[in-house]
């Protein structure tokens, strides 16, 4: 009989782990997801512990899902791809963990983002949801636009946009522009009903929250107001060069992504739009597709 | 002899208590100053339990300042400005605290400055500082415009200066936009060579830490830098419609104060210059003024 530790690989786990959310997957050797799970936030930056503990937790509940409750982390091959270890300070921790896997590989949540939506072959993605950047892995040479974070970057982010409203909103009840579609939308939204009451409410809140104001943008700026019109051009023309920018590292394929997208999208230039093509798999898989490149190197 | 009690607000403590410092003044009945103190921060939007400690601190360090250690704060009538008052639940808040003083008159740090630089009299102020805003006392009615806070708001700011020269230089670095004067400012004042050390350096900093890169905008703009000068047109002109709101009130007076005052003040228009009049007094003057006229009233 095989000692678990024989077993040659047989199962992987892939990580997508995010500032809001840690969502794992269990594949066999085929490939074939067997189970699935999801726990809290994963991104190190906004804390390790927390972190880990994600990380550890969706693998366990992705086991459990595929009914492989025998099977024990350290006999799985890990492919982690987590937000924040762009930043290497937190790529060298998160290696430094002593992690209950097989293997881990750890990489970022751009590079498994674009292994997935290109199936592990070269290609590029823009990723538009909470927050935005440009990813190309191309002849195995990684390149990035942005990803530099809320409030001082991701420009054209779900957080950038609400941030604009609220900004907008505080201008024009303090009597410094005119009146938007926008002002009685963000108040509703977030149930206030002055601007005193709007600072309460925004003061000092992350990036997520600021994201949920990103949708009611593009709801008035598509029923004609000007000023929201006015901030969904300058995000669009930011992704727009986003995109340029990423063609010139020549990827065969790009994608858009992130749960901003369906809004964004139709507002890019024509020639950006024609050339974005769906993603093949979710990141997860490009954890898994990550892990098995890693491997085959070794 | 006379009982503590029995001396008729003999002794006035005046607070000035801002996000990165608390200030206090001890005056006798003519408001001669006989000493003063500084602590921390004392902006309740910050903390609590910080913001009673740091008025306490400085209450004392001021008696002690004058050689006034046998007189106890429950002898000294204060008058307390805060930043972060003029949200109600941080007004009730403070208002609920058990103070040790004998009596304690609460205001916001705008209604104090306005009433330091104008000696207690009706007027206006625009205060540009970590943050910004524009306030006006006219017949009893106050009026606000801004003090929205970072990043939503406080447009024309330090920390909105700074926080438009570190986006400018991740865009700049990703190659989105030219190159500016500023790149090498703001690298070098964090003493970083990159845009991911930059993205380290910057990642959830408050405020404060924002308006430390204000001052090398002004140098680059006023060096010809194009896109600093761009910066500072867009914050200028904010202030500049702040300025118009408020003489919309009618102030007698305007001043403007705050840390940022030298190096924004050329740049506004030169109809709003023309008219701005120095403080006659600083803030913590103003709180012992407002505490002054609520005794009158009571």
């Given at each position: 009989m095989l000692s678990s530790s024989d077993k040659n690989n047989k199962y992987f786990l892939g990580i997508d782990g995010g500032g809001s959310k840690c969502k794992a997957i269990i594949t066999s050797t085929?490939?074939?997801?067997?189970?699935?799970?999801?726990?809290?936030?994963?991104?190190?930056?906004?804390?390790?512990?927390?972190?880990?503990?994600?990380?550890t937790e969706s693998a366990l509940l992705a086991l459990k899902d595929a009914g492989l409750e025998d099977i024990a982390l350290s006999e799985v091959v890990a492919g982690v791809g987590l937000a924040g270890v762009n930043l290497p300070v937190l790529f060298e921790q998160m290696s430094n963990w002593q992690h209950p896997f097989k293997r881990m590989f750890l990489a970022t949540d751009l590079l498994i983002a674009c292994?997935?939506?290109?199936?592990?072959?070269?290609?590029?993605?823009?990723?538009?949801?909470?927050?935005?950047c440009g990813f190309s892995n191309v002849d195995g040479h990684p390149f990035i636009v942005?990803?530099?974070?809320?409030?001082?970057?991701?420009?054209?982010?779900?957080?950038?946009?609400?941030?604009?409203?609220?900004?907008?909103?505080l201008l024009?009840?303090?009597?410094?522009?005119?009146?938007?579609?926008?002002?009685?939308?963000?108040?509703?939204?977030?149930?206030?009903?002055?601007?005193?009451?709007?600072?309460?409410?925004?003061?000092?809140?992350?990036?997520?929250f600021y994201a949920r104001m990103a949708n009611l943008v593009f709801d008035c700026a598509e029923q004609g107001d000007e000023l929201a019109a006015s901030i969904v051009a300058e995000g669009s023309e930011y992704i727009n060069n986003v995109a340029r920018q990423l063609w010139r590292q020549n990827p065969p394929r790009m994608s858009m992504i992130g749960g901003l997208t369906p809004r964004l999208k139709p507002w890019l230039a024509q020639e950006i739009q024609d050339k974005l093509l769906e993603p093949l798999s979710p990141p997860e898989i490009g954890s898994i597709l990550f892990a098995q490149q890693q491997l085959a190197l070794v």
């Open positions: 085929d490939n074939k997801i067997l189970g699935t799970g999801i726990s809290g936030p994963a991104n190190p930056g906004h804390g390790y512990d927390q972190a880990v503990n994600s990380i292994l997935g939506a290109h199936q592990g072959a070269d290609g590029a993605v823009m990723i538009t949801g909470t927050g935005s942005g990803a530099h974070g809320f409030p001082h970057g991701d420009k054209g982010s779900g957080a950038w946009f609400g941030l604009q409203a609220a900004k907008q909103v024009s009840l303090d009597g410094l522009i005119p009146l938007s579609l926008m002002n009685d939308k963000v108040l509703d939204l977030l149930s206030v009903t002055n601007g005193v009451e709007l600072v309460e409410a925004i003061a000092g809140k992350p990036a997520a």
